[in-house]
């Protein structure tokens, strides 16, 4: 890029925890293989999968959702971005064993309102920390049908995938596969209203389950393409050639009849138009595929300097803990609730709900403070996320 600008999927980049370093030319993860899905395969597994998707919801909710034709295609992140609201509701479920790649699902906030309503049985509910856990446990049985579908194929086996983590976030921010990836587009209806959920496969994982599935390897596609494209130019030629033919024998008999009425000189005209046309047949060659390269122009240089003012939100965790809905409907004032941190062990810091370091808490003027103590490598990162 030119100087004094940033990409779009730099910035995407940083905010997901992928250096600016790792992004080539292109604007995708350097090193990243190309990868070959089958969505005719994933499109059978799809329409396969909404009678279940269909009854889950119903069985949860306890209304009657119907769903319309689901929709996969391959897309990157700025055309998934196009699709989406402004803020939506994303559910991370990455897949950890079995398959390996990102995992995510995506709801409009109203979509998802109406699901935790009908499941609390309550009007408009709040989408706090409370419904977005609702909505991770809705979305986990889609997710659990999909991989029992998967086993029984044989090629596939011991899937698992992380515990769904739901967050109502910007779709700016979303954590989106960087590379080309598999979206499942499942349209519902809801008396008379229209939602949708948005399911993202990413690129690797999206190719195994094809694979699985009996869709085909990336040169077994670049194969049949070429056999149609050279199928196609031999009808052209064909085509031409006796569109040629059928010009100079129609010339010709016109040509007959008109000497034969004494029209010596337009007589000759038209057989001198019918060899024209015949001569005038294209050369037609079958289709050539070049070999395709990564563009290694180094036009565009990231420039860090033009974020430094946006402002991110820093938290700092002091610990977790699970409760029963029964435990915390018991609370009341001097309750003491345990966490999952050892006393004096170093609290978490966070920007945009992802560590990035530890420290200890601290006391400055009557004001709580942390000092940052470690600083979490990438691959830490990574782990604490899960």
């Not at 960087?178 to 399911?199: H, I, K, R, V």
């Not at 599935?213 to 085509?239: I, R, S, V």
């Amino acid at each position: 890029m030119s100087d004094g600008a940033i990409s779009q999927d730099e910035i995407d980049a940083l905010l997901s925890g992928v250096s600016v370093d790792g992004l080539n030319s292109s604007g995708q993860v350097g090193g990243a293989p190309a990868v070959h899905i089958d969505t005719a395969v994933l499109q059978k597994f799809a329409d396969e999968l909404k009678a279940p998707l269909v009854e889950n919801l119903n069985k949860m909710t306890g209304a009657s959702f119907s769903a319309d034709t689901p929709v996969v295609e391959t897309l990157d992140r700025d055309r998934l971005l196009a699709k989406l609201p402004e803020v939506v509701v994303d559910v991370l479920a990455d897949f950890s064993k079995g398959l390996s790649g990102d995992h995510l699902y995506i709801l409009a906030p109203e979509f998802a309102q109406k699901i935790v309503s009908l499941m609390n049985k309550e009007e408009n509910a709040d989408l706090d920390d409370m419904a977005l856990s609702v909505i991770s446990e809705a979305v986990s049985t889609h997710t659990n049908d999909e991989i029992q579908a998967l086993e029984k194929t044989g090629k596939l086996s011991g899937i698992e995938c992380n515990v769904p983590t739901a967050r109502n976030d910007p779709k700016a921010i979303i954590r989106i596969p960087q590379n080309m990836f598999a979206l499942f587009s499942y349209p519902l209806t809801l008396n008379g209203q229209g939602y949708t959920l948005w399911e993202a496969v990413g690129g690797e994982a999206a190719e195994q389950i094809s694979r699985a599935l009996g869709g085909k390897t990336g040169a077994e596609q670049q194969k049949g393409a070429a056999g149609t494209a050279d199928m196609a130019a031999g009808n052209m030629a064909g085509g031409a050639f006796q569109t040629g033919s059928m010009q100079n024998m129609g010339m010709n008999q016109m040509g007959g009849m008109q000497q034969m009425m004494g029209m010596n000189q337009m007589g000759g005209m038209p057989q001198m138009m019918g060899q024209n046309m015949g001569a005038n047949v294209p050369n037609v060659q079958a289709l050539q595929y070049p070999i395709l390269q990564g563009n290694t122009s180094g036009a565009e240089q990231g420039n860090i300097g033009l974020i430094m003012d946006v402002y991110m939100e820093m938290t700092v965790e002091l610990g977790r803990t699970k409760k029963q809905i029964k435990d915390i409907l018991g609370m009341g004032e001097g309750t003491i609730i345990e966490l999952d941190k050892l006393a004096g062990e170093p609290v978490d810091i966070l920007v945009n709900h992802k560590p990035i370091a530890k420290g200890e808490v601290v006391v400055i003027d009557e004001n709580f403070g942390v000092r940052v103590t470690e600083i979490l490598s990438s691959l830490e990162r990574v782990t604490e996320l899960r």
